[in-house]
């Protein structure tokens, strides 16, 4: 029986072996994991924990937020603000930045996470998420303000998240391809399941919200059109939809077996860029998307390259398959 490789022992390879990752970062990593295996347990307690519903609070984008995005957001920061790891954290439910208290030792890294992706399924028992990113602060001068996260998604050093779902299942990347771990509960530990993760170039499977498909700008359009004529129009091959309303499991399907997710700009609201959040789900997404061998782009620019303004700044997203992502940028760009 191959023997099983644990998170920590993988994280230790990684710093001893490979030198891909220093001690502090290994370190706020395993915190991290810890407080996700915390997540998770509060997930699959459901309503016995008494934590499914909405809260009476809206969060910084004016979203209803449920009980449990609460409770995830102050797990992470809990359990992250007292290593001596971090400066500061980042969350998509909180209005500024969370600097690491006097009172704890500051460290050289910048945490930022959505604390609970998907979280509109939870009550209905589908699959939900904690997406994270991790940045180095930027030197040269003291504290930590808003600005020093303002960085393009390539200055990350690691990136991941947490499935919650039949399996609790991590997925990582430190720039040296993407790993999975699953979460052995009797032995209490994250195990790792798969090394370099690889997406097929081509796919038959899409990922986008079909209702608002009045409202999507042309190039989106036509290649959605496209996909829905099968084998009789100019794909020559029939496509399968998949939509789960949780990009952590839409992204999660695309690392296992291939396919292409779309959350585009729309016509409702023209003057924002897209929907989801460059800092919190677009740039740890598209990192792990593209060390998979996959491609990750807004429709006109790969988003990793994009300099955010904002702390909550959102965009238009598409990545999976290199090759079908490749076609929709291309639509974008009038070829």
């Known amino acids: 029986m191959a023997q099983k490789i644990s998170l920590t022992r993988y994280l230790v390879e990684?710093?001893?072996?490979?030198?891909?990752?220093?001690?502090?970062?290994?370190?706020?990593?395993?915190?991290?994991?810890?407080?996700?295996?915390?997540?998770?347990?509060?997930?699959?307690?459901?309503?016995?924990?008494?934590?499914?519903?909405?809260?009476?609070?809206?969060?910084?984008?004016?979203?209803?937020?449920?009980?449990?995005?609460i409770i995830a957001n102050e797990v992470l920061i809990e359990a992250n603000e007292w290593g001596g790891h971090l400066a500061a954290?980042?969350?998509?439910?909180?209005?500024?930045?969370?600097?690491?208290?006097?009172?704890?030792?500051?460290?050289?890294?910048?945490?930022?996470?959505?604390?609970?992706?998907?979280?509109?399924?939870i009550d209905v028992n589908v699959s939900i998420g904690t997406i994270f990113s991790v940045l180095k602060k930027p030197e040269?001068?003291?504290?930590?303000?808003?600005?020093?996260?303002?960085?393009?998604?390539?200055?990350?050093?690691?990136?991941?998240?947490?499935?919650?779902?039949?399996?609790?299942?991590?997925?990582?990347?430190?720039?040296?391809?993407?790993?999975?771990?699953?979460?052995?509960?009797?032995?209490?530990?994250?195990?790792?399941?798969?090394?370099?993760?690889?997406?097929?170039?081509?796919?038959?499977?899409?990922?986008?919200?079909?209702?608002?498909?009045?409202?999507?700008?042309?190039?989106?359009?036509?290649?959605?059109?496209?996909?829905?004529e099968g084998t009789e129009g100019p794909r020559g091959k029939d496509f399968n939809m998949r939509w789960i309303a949780s990009m952590v499991a839409d992204v999660h399907r695309i690392l296992t077996r291939g396919g292409v997710f779309l959350y585009p700009w729309d016509k409702r609201e023209p003057n924002k860029p897209g929907k989801l959040r460059l800092m919190y789900e677009a740039n740890p997404m598209s990192w792990l998307i593209e060390q998979a061998g996959g491609a990750a782009t807004d429709g006109r620019q790969r988003i990793l390259d994009i300099q955010p303004t904002q702390l909550h700044q959102r965009v238009s997203v598409i990545l999976g398959s290199k090759n079908e992502v490749e076609r929709v940028t291309s639509y974008h760009s009038g070829i």
């Open 14 to 69: 990684q710093q001893r072996v490979d030198g891909l990752i220093p001690s502090q970062l290994r370190l706020l990593l395993e915190v991290v994991a810890r407080a996700c295996k915390h997540i998770s347990h509060a997930v699959n307690k459901g309503a016995l924990g008494g934590v499914l519903g909405s809260a009476t609070s809206e969060n910084v984008q004016g979203e209803v937020q449920k009980k449990l995005d």
């Open 89 to 121: 954290m980042a969350s998509e439910e909180m209005d500024s930045i969370y600097v690491v208290p006097n009172r704890y030792p500051q460290g050289e890294y910048l945490l930022l996470f959505d604390p609970l992706d998907g979280s509109s399924n």
């Open 140 to 228: 040269g001068h003291p504290g930590v303000t808003t600005e020093d996260f303002l960085q393009a998604g390539t200055k990350q050093v690691a990136a991941g998240y947490c499935i919650y779902g039949p399996q609790t299942t991590l997925v990582l990347t430190v720039g040296d391809g993407v790993a999975m771990f699953t979460l052995d509960r009797e032995q209490g530990s994250f195990v790792l399941v798969e090394e370099n993760v690889k997406i097929p170039a081509d796919t038959k499977e899409f990922a986008i919200n079909m209702s608002n498909m009045r409202h999507w700008d042309t190039p989106v359009k036509r290649y959605i059109d496209e996909c829905l």
